[in-house]
Every structure is written in C-alpha cells, then in structure tokens.
C-alpha cells in the first residue's frame, strides 16, 4: 500500500508533480507561487523524473535471517539502499514486504518470483504515474557510485555484474509481463537482452551481501586504512 513519497527534492518534486497534473487536465492555478507555465517550464527543462525502487522480496535463504534488518554501522541494510536512492530520485518505494522506511508495493504478479516481480511492480506503478524511469537496486546492494544514474543512462540499462542495479523504461513492463506469466526462467539477464538492455561494466562493483561473512568482510573494508 502506498503511503507517501519518502524524497521529494525540494520545488523540483513538486514542479514535475503538477505538470503532469496539468498536462492531464487538471485544474491547477498555482503550485507553491509558481505559475502552471513557470512549472511546466522547470520540469521540462529538468533531468527525467525516476522512480526508485529497492527490490526486497528475497527470501535471505543464504544469509540465514531477514538480510534487510541486518545492520552496517549502526543502519539496516534496507534504510541504507532506500537512502541511497533518494539522492537520485524523485520518490522511493520498497517492492516485496508490507513494512519499509519508505512506501510498499506487493511483488508483480506474486511473492516468490525473484527481483523480476519487484521490478515488474515498479514499472507498473512507474507508468500508472507518469515517471519516465525506474532506478532499481536490492536491499543488498550496497556502496552504489554516486553518478550511477549517468553511468545507466539513457535506459535501459543494468550493470553487468549485478542486473538488479539497473534503468529501466515504464514501457518494458510488458515485455516483462509476458515472462513472468509464460514458460521458462524468469531470469534477470534474459529481460535485459529482451529489451535490449546496455550491460555497463564498473571498474569497481558495489558490494552484494548474501551471507554474514559478506556483511562481516565489508565492515572489515570500511574499518580499514581510509
């Protein structure tokens, strides 16, 4: 269930949120003292308005307990991924368990399907909204480089090594639709080479915690010479 927007940037958010009211034809005089032309003017000039969504509905089998509680110094995994993606986008939602600091959505078209669902919720939210893109992550995905949208875009694109970390267009939804409901894996890859997806390649990947080991050697990273 959608609660509220966890980020909104500021006079940016609120600009982009009433051209599109506008652009629907709605009735809207004055956004925060800007004129409806003064705001459809700052948002077309803008970056795209994206969506973050951080994919959460893994069962931690491997880590042996809710992964997205674990803590790095003294922060949940899941606080740590929907703050990262806040930096960059608009609102931030969490896709696959009913509590979040940030609003919810169920898995698309079920729980236990993989990230594939997580993302397939996104994108069906992403083009009920109007957002042009969706910037998806894992609860797990951890220390992102701070320019990763410019690294990603334009969309669609993933990185090579760790495909949930990807850009995403609204309007691949249906082609992710039709593998979810139809035969075969529902794997990651195969969605990126059905959209024709960019698989970028990082010098230095962010860091993927599957196991308490993995969380035990990335708090032995961060605690190392600076």
């Keep these: 269930m959608i609660a509220r927007p966890y980020n909104l940037r500021g ?15 709605k009735d809207v005089c004055k956004v925060a003292g800007h004129e409806p032309d003064q705001v459809r003017t700052r948002c077309e000039s803008a970056s795209p308005v994206i969506l973050g ?3 959460a509905g893994g069962l931690s089998a491997r880590f042996g307990s809710d992964k997205a509680l674990a803590e790095l110094d003294g922060r949940t995994l899941i606080a740590r991924a929907v703050d990262a993606l806040a930096g960059w986008c608009e609102h931030v939602v969490v896709v696959g368990r009913p509590m979040a600091p940030a609003p919810t959505l169920p898995d698309w078209p079920r729980e236990g ?13 992403a083009r009920d909204e109007g957002y042009e893109a969706v910037l998806t992550c ?20 993933c990185l090579a090594a760790q495909p949930v970390v990807g850009l995403w267009r609204p309007d691949a939804v249906e082609v992710l639709e039709a593998i ?4 075969g894996r529902h794997s990651m890859l195969r969605f990126a080479e059905a959209i024709g997806a960019r698989q970028v390649t990082l010098a230095q990947m962010p860091a993927n915690v599957n196991t308490p ?7 032995d990273r961060k605690a190392g010479p600076q």
């Design 11 to 25: 006079d940016f958010a609120t600009a982009c949120a009433f051209a599109r009211a506008i652009a629907r034809g």
């Design 53 to 55: 969504a951080v994919l």
């Design 113 to 125: 399907m993989g990230p594939l669902a997580g993302i397939a919720a996104a994108l069906h939210h």
């Design 138 to 157: 894992g609860v797990d995905s951890l220390l992102l480089p701070p320019d990763l949208p410019d690294l990603l875009a334009p969309a669609p694109a």
């Design 180 to 183: 979810l409901t139809g035969e």
């Design 213 to 219: 080991a993995d969380l035990a050697a990335l708090e």
